[in-house]
């Protein structure tokens, strides 16, 4: 891969916040799901997502700026089995949790800072055991957060993902998820160095925003216009869903603001998480023109009636 500032557009002396900035721009735009019918922008992305992944990290990122790994966040100098291993060089492990450590030879004699010849021969051979009868290391997990439409996580079903490698998975979303919640694909991660266990995709779902609804746990919120009439007199009101129109009776003198529930009218039920509810927000709205007698019918009733809905 080209070298990580040059793909980000970034200096070197560029600060976190600068490469966070640059990294979304760039994802944005070439997001797959914004370019699908472009392979190009999807292999843009990729090198994008690769890039940040070495400069989105501190420590990676200080390992590059030191020539200690290249820009696949390979380590530099171990070239295998026969190819030497050069002072300063680092190597890089994967603990069994999927997370990583680089162990570096600083040349010299007995100049070596946390190696260890059981380990190295463990690693070229792969015999599944190390000297110190360590577990065989396994692959990295790969996260990404998925972003879903509220149809899809209302009636599940099956989406594209774009993991940060550049590699895009199919993922089956159950019907009923919620924001936050984690689907784990197990054996689809990172490869294991010398036949482990592979890694699992970890991916974190969000919902979309939509047009009409807000979702808020399992419970799904809506704000309803209200003619003045409506909300001093009462009404029976078509209101939207998820799963279509249903009537609602609106009780006379309704305030702006009132919450109603429709119960059941909410997210589905899913993996033993309960079924939501619709929550209902009663806006009142005025006319979009003025309207003359409804002016004097409002001085009257100030006049007759008058009250201070601030009042302590």
Same mark, same amino acid.
């Given at each position: 891969?080209?070298?990580?500032?040059?793909?980000?557009?970034?200096?070197?002396?560029?600060?976190?916040?600068?490469?966070?900035?640059?990294?979304?721009?760039?994802?944005?735009?070439?997001?797959?799901?914004?370019?699908?019918?472009?392979?190009?922008?999807?292999?843009?992305?990729?090198?994008?997502?690769?890039?940040?992944?070495?400069?989105?990290?501190?420590?990676?990122?200080?390992?590059?700026?030191?020539?200690?790994?290249?820009?696949?966040?390979?380590?530099?100098?171990?070239?295998?089995?026969?190819?030497?291993?050069?002072?300063?060089?680092?190597?890089?492990?994967?603990?069994?949790?999927?997370?990583?450590?680089?162990?570096?030879?600083?040349?010299?004699?007995?100049?070596?800072?946390?190696?260890?010849?059981?380990?190295?021969?463990?690693?070229?051979?792969?015999?599944?055991?190390?000297?110190?009868?360590?577990?065989?290391?396994? %692959?990295? /997990? #790969?996260?990404?957060?998925?972003?879903?439409?509220?149809? $899809? +996580? *209302?009636? =599940?079903?099956? !989406?594209? @993902?774009?993991?940060?490698?550049?590699?895009?998975?199919?993922?089956?979303?159950?019907?009923?998820?919620?924001?936050?919640?984690?689907?784990?694909?197990?054996?689809?991660?990172?490869?294991?160095?010398?036949?482990?266990?592979?890694?699992?995709?970890?991916?974190?779902?969000?919902?979309?925003?939509?047009?009409?609804?807000?979702?808020? %746990?399992? /419970? #799904?919120?809506?704000?309803?216009?209200?003619?003045?009439? $409506? +909300? *001093?007199? =009462?009404?029976? !009101?078509? @209101?939207?869903?998820?799963?279509?129109?249903?009537?609602?009776?609106?009780?006379?003198?309704?305030?702006?603001?009132?919450?109603?529930?429709?119960?059941?009218?909410?997210?589905?039920?899913?993996?033993?998480?309960?079924?939501?509810?619709?929550?209902?927000?009663?806006?009142?709205?005025?006319?979009?023109?003025?309207?003359?007698?409804?002016?004097?019918?409002?001085?009257?009733?100030?006049?007759?009636?008058?009250?201070?809905?601030?009042?302590?």
């Amino acid at each position: 891969m080209r070298d990580p500032y040059l793909v980000l557009g970034v200096s070197k002396s560029a600060s976190a916040d600068d490469i966070k900035k640059a990294f979304r721009r760039l994802a944005k735009k070439y997001h797959p799901d914004q370019n699908k019918s472009d392979p190009k922008a999807q292999e843009k992305f990729a090198e994008a997502n690769q890039a940040y992944e070495i400069l989105g990290d501190e420590k990676k990122r200080a390992s590059f700026d030191r020539g200690e790994i290249d820009a696949d966040g390979k380590p530099r100098g171990f070239e295998g089995f026969g190819g030497g291993f050069n002072p300063g060089a680092g190597r890089r492990h994967t603990s069994s949790d999927g997370s990583q450590h680089f162990e570096y030879e600083f040349g010299g004699a007995g100049g070596r800072a946390g190696f260890d010849p059981s380990d190295l021969f463990s690693d070229i051979f792969g015999a599944g055991r190390r000297g110190r009868g360590g577990p065989v290391r396994r %692959g990295e /997990d #790969i996260s990404a957060v998925v972003t879903v439409s509220l149809g $899809e +996580a *209302v009636r =599940g079903g099956e !989406v594209r @993902v774009a993991l940060p490698t550049g590699r895009m998975v199919d993922v089956k979303v159950p019907a009923g998820v919620e924001p936050g919640q984690q689907i784990r694909l197990k054996g689809q991660g990172g490869p294991a160095p010398f036949g482990g266990e592979p890694g699992d995709i970890l991916l974190t779902l969000q919902i979309a925003p939509h047009p009409q609804f807000k979702v808020d %746990g399992r /419970d #799904i919120r809506l704000d309803l216009p209200l003619t003045i009439y $409506e +909300a *001093v007199l =009462g009404a029976t !009101v078509e @209101v939207p869903t998820l799963t279509g129109a249903v009537e609602l009776r609106i009780p006379p003198n309704s305030n702006s603001g009132r919450t109603m529930r429709l119960r059941g009218k909410g997210l589905p039920e899913q993996s033993g998480k309960p079924l939501g509810d619709l929550l209902v927000t009663l806006k009142i709205v005025l006319p979009e023109t003025s309207d003359p007698e409804l002016e004097a019918t409002a001085r009257k009733m100030q006049a007759e009636h008058p009250y201070n809905p601030r009042k302590t």
